[in-house]
């Protein structure tokens, strides 16, 4: 049973008549006292609560009524019904424990699909209390889901994976936090592959490398003649992605300008192409990474606080490679099992002093780093068994002398990438961390330093 709290006679009536055409049995309460009394009586399956029962609208009512709830049914999910103008109130509420909110006047399909994406996410949940008392191990997971690529027998990584497992069959929005070279792409496609949207598009978007300019046109596209180089019609990734999955990539790096954009869309599920004034509804899942700390952010005043909770109702953190040291013998072998065939040599192979060599380094890159060094190796070391000495000899170095300005290293002492990354991390402190100027020093969009500073592991500040 679904429990209605609203003091608005035909909302009450209204969502009533629409939960029980979905198969939903419901009942509507008009205030707080009936609420508890309901609720202690028979606790329902889920809530839908309304923030303001008294004339102020200020919604502490609501808020009070949340906590007196979480504290007399915690397993109870609640979804807060509230206007558009009160998200921050909305916030507050997922703060004191609400799963999701919805905004007035709101589209009864997407209503519908966040109820059962909250159910779905509950059972899932009460099912892994029960399952989870043998843990499970690797391979029982790989005959449930589909993880191909994903390579590790780590106790965080089998955590991170079974969370997966429980949220790929709902519509949840996930946040895969995680450093650089984690691996949150291969992540947040393991949550597609085995979602009910397998069949339907995987769109990936690096929201680092899209200016605050540039958000509109490249999301939600453009019509001929919508702006001065709008020369053709340009479809957008949302609607690339409609009945799929989006995947927003480096969503930390997002401008406060567009992150407002992108709460609107992904709150209302419409959005309108530039130079075409008639909305379209969106059907779509929505999955964020980001390797920055977004609750910090929220609190330097960088990062929408709405828009925090609108993309975080599943949180996913992947562990750093030095974090699951066991798994880079397994991730050694796994890359030179394909290296063995991409350059047709069948008698390639890894050492176990190699191998435990490898344990001990620190791989600041994480996956990335080692995927790379073990591709170094390969190729430069000619041998069919790679030793210590092969890796180490081809591990990212700084150079041996630190070239004064003006001064080009010594041939052999720096690679192309590292003398990169070296320009970079100059410009950087050169120009006080600031991005534009960096971008424009090097000759470079500021979308293509992004990419550079995920390749070299460079982290930064905007």
């Known amino acids: 049973m679904i429990l209605i709290i609203d003091d608005d006679l035909a909302i009450r009536t209204s969502l009533k008549l629409l939960l029980k055409q979905a198969g939903y049995p419901a009942q509507a309460v008009a205030g707080p006292a009936e609420a508890l009394a309901a609720v202690r009586e028979t606790p329902p399956r889920l809530m839908l609560m309304d923030m303001n029962y008294s004339l102020d609208t200020t919604g502490a009512d609501g808020l009070a009524l949340l906590r007196q709830m979480k504290a007399l049914a915690p397993q109870v999910p609640v979804i807060l019904i509230t206007g558009w103008g009160?998200?921050?109130?909305?916030?507050?509420?997922?703060?004191?424990?609400?799963?999701?909110?919805?905004?007035?006047?709101?589209?009864?399909?997407?209503?519908?699909?966040?109820?059962?994406t909250v159910l779905a996410v509950q059972?899932?949940?009460?099912?892994?209390?029960?399952?989870?008392?043998?843990?499970?191990?690797?391979?029982?997971?790989?005959?449930?889901?589909?993880?191909?690529?994903?390579?590790?027998q780590d106790a965080q990584l089998l955590h991170v994976l079974r969370q997966v497992g429980q949220v790929a069959a709902t519509d949840a929005a996930v946040l895969i936090e995680g450093e650089s070279g984690t691996g949150k792409e291969l992540i947040a496609e393991a949550i597609h592959r085995n979602s009910q949207r397998r069949n339907q598009p995987f769109?990936?978007?690096?929201?680092?490398?899209?200016?605050?300019?540039?958000?509109?046109?490249?999301?939600?596209?453009?019509?001929?003649?919508?702006?001065?180089?709008?020369?053709?019609?340009?479809?957008?990734?949302?609607?690339?992605?409609?009945?799929?999955?989006?995947?927003?990539?480096?969503?930390?790096?997002?401008?406060?300008?567009?992150?407002?954009?992108?709460?609107?869309?992904?709150?209302?599920?419409t959005y309108e192409v530039l130079g075409d004034s008639k909305p379209r509804r969106l059907d779509i899942r929505v999955i964020a990474a980001t390797n920055r700390n977004l609750a910090e952010m929220v609190q330097q005043?960088?990062?929408?606080?709405?828009?925090f909770y609108r993309i975080n109702l599943i949180s996913v953190r992947l562990p750093a490679l030095r974090e699951r040291a066991a798994d880079i013998?397994?991730?050694?072998?796994?890359?030179?099992?394909?290296?063995?065939?991409?350059?047709?040599?069948?008698?390639?192979?890894?050492?176990?002093?190699?191998?435990?060599?490898?344990?001990?380094?620190?791989?600041?890159?994480?996956?990335?780093?080692?995927?790379?060094?073990?591709?170094?190796?390969?190729?430069?070391?000619?041998?069919?068994e790679l030793g210590p000495d092969d890796f180490q000899a081809n591990a990212q170095r700084?150079?041996?002398?630190?070239?004064?300005?003006?001064?080009?290293?010594?041939?052999?002492?720096?690679?192309?990438?590292?003398?990169?990354?070296?320009?970079?991390?100059?410009?950087?402190?050169?120009?006080?961390?600031?991005?534009?100027?960096?971008?424009?020093?090097?000759?470079?969009?500021?979308?293509?330093l992004y990419r550079r500073f995920e390749k070299h592991g460079i982290p930064y500040d905007e």
């Open 329 to 384: 013998p397994l991730l050694t072998q796994h890359f030179v099992d394909k290296l063995r065939a991409t350059y047709q040599r069948p008698a390639l192979n890894v050492s176990t002093r190699a191998l435990h060599w490898l344990r001990e380094q620190a791989l600041p890159g994480n996956i990335r780093e080692l995927k790379n060094l073990v591709e170094r190796a390969v190729l430069v070391s000619g041998k069919e």
């Open 203 to 269: 769109v990936k978007v690096n929201l680092g490398g899209i200016s605050s300019s540039l958000f509109e046109s490249e999301m939600f596209g453009h019509r001929r003649g919508a702006f001065t180089d709008a020369k053709t019609d340009r479809v957008g990734r949302f609607e690339l992605a409609n009945g799929g999955t989006i995947f927003l990539d480096e969503i930390g790096e997002l401008e406060l300008a567009s992150q407002v954009k992108l709460l609107r869309v992904l709150q209302d599920r």
């Open 123 to 152: 059972e899932s949940a009460a099912e892994s209390d029960f399952a989870e008392a043998p843990a499970r191990q690797r391979r029982q997971l790989d005959q449930q889901f589909a993880f191909r690529d994903i390579i590790g």
């Open 398 to 448: 700084l150079p041996a002398h630190q070239p004064q300005p003006g001064e080009l290293p010594t041939p052999g002492t720096m690679t192309l990438d590292e003398l990169e990354a070296q320009m970079i991390r100059q410009s950087l402190t050169h120009y006080e961390g600031n991005i534009s100027r960096v971008a424009k020093a090097l000759g470079l969009s500021r979308g293509a």
């Open 86 to 116: 009160s998200i921050a109130l909305a916030v507050e509420g997922m703060k004191a424990g609400a799963a999701e909110f919805i905004t007035k006047p709101w589209h009864n399909e997407a209503l519908l699909q966040t109820i059962r």
């Open 301 to 307: 005043g960088r990062f929408r606080e709405d828009l």
